[in-house]
């Protein structure tokens, strides 16, 4: 059993930057790649990007590539989400998930899900 919490949403201008982390919890953290997802009002959950067991590996949406950066920590059982250069089509609640399929992409396969963080991006 793997429980997620995300943190660090907020409101930001367009082109700021925001840090998402999420907090798992269990012991085999490490054995999961970790995903981030986002779902904006009216449409579907969106893979953004996804970072493998060890941390050497990542994938990330066309949309995201080059602004944003994942990253983890499996000492502290954390993965963060760098958004930079942020849009106003970047607005959505951002979840963090675990999956132990390696990078991917498929919201379906992933195993556990925490209850999102709030991102709002103004022009």
């Known amino acids: 059993q793997v429980q997620l919490v995300e943190s660090g949403g907020g409101l930001v201008q367009a082109g700021g930057s925001l840090r998402l982390s999420c907090a798992a919890s269990g012991r085999t953290f490490s054995s999961y790649a970790m995903g981030w997802f986002r779902q904006a009002p009216g449409k579907e959950r969106e893979f953004v990007a996804v970072?493998?067991?060890?941390?050497?590996?990542?994938k990330y949406a066309d949309s995201v590539k080059g602004r944003f950066t994942i990253s983890r920590d499996n000492a502290k059982s954390t993965v963060d989400l760098q958004m930079n250069t942020l849009k106003r089509e970047d607005t959505a609640v951002y979840y963090c998930a675990a999956t132990q399929i390696y990078l991917s992409r498929a919201p379906d396969q992933y195993d556990y899900w925490g209850r999102g963080t709030q991102v709002t991006v103004s022009s």
């Open positions: 970072i493998g067991w060890g941390g050497g590996s990542t």
